[in-house]
């Protein structure tokens, strides 16, 4: 296309609400809306104190209609952005070169696959238009490098094909088969895992736990309060950063109203653990957790068993529970690939980055063929996969 122009914005509120998430689709990923984004921004999440400063772009055409937007932040560090380049900039920066400061397309602190160059439908702009701007981008303030991180599949092979470095990994998804109960889930199951998950259910509400999902308005301050304290209490066992403020989970239900969805254990009526979920037209997406004290299984009632419970009865089509965790495999949650580009200015850090990933990718190829292997469904048929 010709007469378009990319322009580069420290806030999200220099592009209006409803014109960037005409470009977003919002509905089924809230995590790419401008009132997720403007969240984070409005509560300080983001910003100076956190080393991710908003570099928003904007794809305008001649009469300054706009046509495409993407998430975007100048990153002094790598951390919150659970794609790892650390060794990527320690290599560089020990042969005399500077990694940092760097752009990432990201949704920060979330490591939630969907969309990152987000295109209005009918503009006639492509992945590859949109990636020659970030990269002319890049090149004209100077940086070493774009990362767009947790991209769509779609997304992932334009950049390929556009020259990017290609980088995947692995997330553990549970996926509905028309459920009609969490018993009905269970019977899907190979008799040992299903006796397991029975055992861990039974001891998690022994411990004299209630629980309760709430949404949107019917989440009080006083909800949030607990949260937080939740939030930080995991962030000081992980000996992390609490990125994320308080009035940043007051700002994501005020904005997002019921799509914001919060699990509670209750101990005598206080609460004692949380799990905060976002939901979209499909799928539940689970987040931030946490807990005070020592309650068995606790984790996997909350994260876990609670989420497939809920989209059960909202006939949600799966749970993304967050990164990592093989231990999510037994609990009927499969392997699903993730996606990232990288765009490197260096030649020399191209070339050894595209060797390190070429060999990366087998890898990451055959460690998804052996967790297939280990799904705890039961084979068609119905005859288990393990003895019980």
Known sequence: MSNIALTLHPSIHEIAGAAWDACAGTAENPFISHAFLSALEDSRSVGPRTGWQPRHAALRDGAGDLLAVVPMYVKSHSYGEYVFDHAWAHAFERAGGRYYPKLQVAVPFSPVPGPRLLVRAGSGVDAAALAAALVAACREDGL????????????????????????????????????????????????????????????????????????????????????????????????GGAYLTRRFFSLLAERLGDKVVLMLALHQGRPVAGALNLRGSSALYGRNWGVLGDWPFLHFELCYYQAIDFAIAHGLARVEAGAQGEHKLARGYLPAPTYSAHWIAHPGLRRAIGDFLEAERLAVAAEARALGTLSPFRRAGGEDTEPP
């Open 144 to 239: 070493s490098s774009v990362h767009v991180t947790f991209c769509a599949e779609a997304e992932w092979r334009a950049l390929g094909a556009a020259g990017w470095l290609q980088r995947q990994g692995v997330q553990f998804h549970w996926h509905n088969a028309g459920y009609r109960s969490f018993e009905d889930f269970l019977a899907a199951l190979a008799s040992r895992k299903r006796k397991t998950i029975r055992r861990e259910r039974r001891e998690a509400l022994g411990a004299g736990l209630t629980f309760a999902t709430l949404a949107g308005s019917e989440i009080a301050e006083r909800h949030w309060d607990a949260f937080y304290r939740f939030y930080l209490a995991t962030i000081e066992r992980k000996w």
